[in-house]
Nanobody
């Protein structure tokens, strides 16, 4: 079992930056592919970014490339999402996820989510 806890969300203005963190506890953090998803009101949950166990492979959703950066620190059992140049359309609940497969297609564990609100 893995427990995931997100932090770092909040209310910001367009153009601002935020860094989300996800702390993991339980089984070995480095055994999991980690990633972020988000869900805006009235929309389906969508993929934001994922990072491999070693951090050597990273994937981003197309609309976030160049603005968001995912990273992980296996010594701290934490994955991060640095978000720059935020836009109102980035407003959503952001979820941390962990997967035991090769990719994060179907995560095994989810966090509770952290709200990000970007005002215009």
């Amino acid at each position: 079992q893995v427990q995931l806890e997100e932090s770092g969300g909040g209310l910001v203005q367009a153009g601002d930056s935020l860094r989300l963190s996800c702390a993991a506890s339980g089984r070995t953090f480095s055994s999991y592919v980690m990633g972020w998803f988000r869900q805006a009101p009235g929309k389906e949950r969508e993929f934001v970014a994922s990072i491999s166990r070693s951090g050597g492979s990273i994937y981003y959703g197309d609309s976030r490339k160049g603005r968001f950066t995912i990273s992980r620190d296996n010594a701290l059992n934490t994955v991060y999402l640095q978000m720059n140049s935020l836009k109102p359309e980035d407003t959503a609940v952001y979820y941390c996820a962990a997967g035991s497969g090769m990719q994060l297609t179907t995560p095994d564990y989810w966090g509770q989510g952290t709200q990000v609100t970007v005002s215009s």
